[in-house]
């Protein structure tokens, strides 16, 4: 029997990264939280409120990755649960490790062309340049990954409708936005609501993404990429172990 190593199993999430993008980016549940939704939410918040450029065009782009990187999962997994191709997976010669980080990379590759889209009209529109170019790039690609990893931990959820995860995945993506210093600036909150603040994954978006395009860090760079890569993490193990327990139920 032929010993599947790390270069086989790449290739398999790459196939499934593939699949997804063919299949998934264009269903109706994914153009609407992943484009239409915090393309709605920005002009709710910002339009007859004169907000400067420095803090316009990060809150575009922190709310553009965080909605479009977590809604493929959501939208993937209950599908195939559905139609009975996600149990094909588990049947086939490949570590589930390998099939959540395919799906986790079609997150990734939709959350990241989106935001480039978004960012690149944003900044052309208000004449903002570009002032720190690697702190923009890690702030979009790092948060593209743990916001996907974040929709594959929730799709965990045993049903065969997109709704079902989506719903209680905007539990807990709504409130991350009021601690996250998108609509209340992190220099003007409370002590308490900036400990909260400080453990968001999306305050850490907003922060290097504010860095990139003109402004200064909050918590700076260290604490950004740092709390960003325990999200990943967080959210990559919980999410294995999730799904692990629902395949051993099932």
Known sequence: MKRVTIFDELKR???ITLKDVKVY?????????GILFPIALFFTFTVGRNMPPDRLI????AQTIFWSASSIGPVAIPMERRMRTFERFLSAPISLVAILWGKIMAGVFFGTAI???ATGIGLYWVGQPISDPIALILGIVLSAIAFSAMGILFASIPTGSPGEVIIPLNFFR???MFISGLFIPLNVMPQASLVLAFLSPLTHTLDLIKTGTGGVSFFGWN???SILC????IFLLVGQLFHKMIMKKE
């Open 25 to 33: 980016y264009l269903r109706p549940p994914a153009l609407m939280f």
């Open 223 to 225: 604490a950004n990429i």
């Open 13 to 15: 999430s790459w196939a």
């Open 230 to 233: 325990v999200w990943i993490v």
């Open 58 to 61: 990060p809150v575009l782009v």
């Open 115 to 117: 935001t480039t889209l």
């Open 174 to 176: 709504i409130p991350l």
